[in-house]
């Protein structure tokens, strides 16, 4: 039957996301493979609340078809939002709301990407990402991370002999999968190199909220004077992802287009949930909500870095975030991951996390780790982490061995 499937369905049929996860770890099982918010945190009560609250408030309506930009109340209060947590000056009408982040990245990428069409990500970068962007083909070129970011001068060099790049990717706030923070100097310059060179800047920051040291930066759509910079973000992280609320801050001229792309796929955001997040903001302080979630994460981070730095062979290297869900280990280049992962950490150490190369546009690293430390306890961080140290050290002499032989 593959003659019958259009020519993005067979260049994207290798799913990513599905080689994230695998084998079966039981009951006593460990997962730094996951990338949720803790579910402890969930509002449920006040939600219920909130969906009670939009249903008395706006009666039949709510039942009704809506808006295809998403309920006008809802982005009126996200233009505050904006400018309070990420000093962004905007207007409801350059506000478009999407089923989640994910779908936000799929619609961008419809809109952009034509097959052959050249891009810029990070390597490595978000996998939901590479995997939306799959579907359209496009000529993938990477950009190494730096401790505060994108390494700029590898960046511009490729704009210097790539004048067809279109578009650029980043998860500058506790970056997916590395934790790393791309600083305030990289922002600016970022947006210049935009203006210079004319291409697109799709900012991803699912994450800038969770910050649990340091001080908090601008996004790099604040500093966006022309209209290059898209902002995503989302609900999902920091009230509870199966509300599948996301938000576009655009140029009009981009929202209008995206508008008309979500009305073909799906019409709109269902109203109902976008109405009761509406009333839950209205109603409860978000802020607040996300100062209480801070300190367990803060203390889970802390755990993490303590039991690697206990316990880490010295060959490994990984990251030391401020905010976020995860740390990015690199190992040893003869190392690979996968295998270490299928043959020990599932069957015997009962552990699982991601293994680097799906964070690559190419799939050509094989010595990467992400650790996620929101979803588990400071018990479990120690004992598995402990266990994922002693298997990365036993499987490190092993390769010594074979290579003095």
């Known amino acids: 039957m593959g003659d019958i499937f259009a020519d993005r369905v067979v260049v994207g049929s290798e799913d990513r996301l599905a080689e994230m996860f695998g084998g079966d770890l039981g009951n006593e099982g460990i997962k730094f493979s996951a990338g949720n918010p803790n579910a402890q945190f969930f509002p449920v009560t006040e939600m219920k609340q909130a969906f009670n609250h939009a249903i008395e408030a706006y009666g039949n309506q709510m039942f009704e078809y809506q808006t295809v930009s998403g309920f006008s109340q809802l982005r009126r209060q996200l233009t505050t939002w904006a400018e309070q947590t990420a000093q962004i000056s905007t207007t409801p009408a350059n506000i478009l709301l999407t089923q989640g982040g994910q ?3 799929d619609l961008i990428g419809k809109l952009l990407l034509n097959a052959g ?4 990500v990070e390597a490595p970068t978000y996998v939901g990402a590479l995997s939306a962007f799959d579907q359209y083909d496009p000529r993938y070129y990477d950009v190494a991370l730096e401790p505060d970011g994108l390494n700029l001068t590898q960046l511009e060099h490729l704009l210097q002999h790539h004048p067809g790049i279109k578009l650029l990717y980043t998860v500058p706030d506790f970056h997916n999968p590395t934790g790393v923070t791309m600083s305030l100097a990289k922002r600016k310059r970022l947006v210049t190199l935009a203006e210079k060179y004319d291409f697109l800047i799709l900012e991803d920051t699912p994450y800038r909220d ?7 930066l601008p996004a790099i759509k604040s500093f966006d004077r022309q209209g290059h910079v898209l902002f995503v973000s989302s609900f999902s992280k920091i009230l509870m992802p199966g509300l599948r609320v996301g938000w576009v801050v655009a140029d009009q001229a981009i929202i209008q287009r995206l508008r008309k792309l979500k009305t073909s796929s799906d019409l709109e955001t269902p109203g109902l949930v976008l109405a009761a997040l509406e009333q839950y903001m209205e109603h409860n302080d978000l802020k607040k909500h996300i100062a209480g979630m801070l300190p367990t994460y803060r203390s889970r981070l802390e755990a993490m870095l303590a039991v690697l730095d206990e316990t880490m062979p010295a060959e490994v290297e990984y990251t030391r975030p401020e905010g976020g869900f ?6 040893p280049d003869a190392i690979n991951v996968q295998k270490l992962l299928n043959e020990t950490c599932i069957p015997e150490d009962k552990i699982s996390f991601v293994p680097g190369k799906v964070f690559y546009a190419h799939k050509d690293q094989q010595n990467g780790i992400r650790l996620n430390f929101s979803g588990v306890s400071e018990e479990q961080i120690k004992l598995g982490i402990t266990k994922l140290s002693n298997s990365l050290r036993q499987a490190i002499m092993l390769k010594k061995v074979k290579i003095a032989l």
């Open 103 to 105: 779908q936000a990245l």
């Open 117 to 120: 069409d050249e891009i810029v």
């Open 210 to 216: 969770l910050r649990y040291k340091g001080k908090q």
């Open 326 to 331: 995860f740390i990015w280990l690199t190992l």
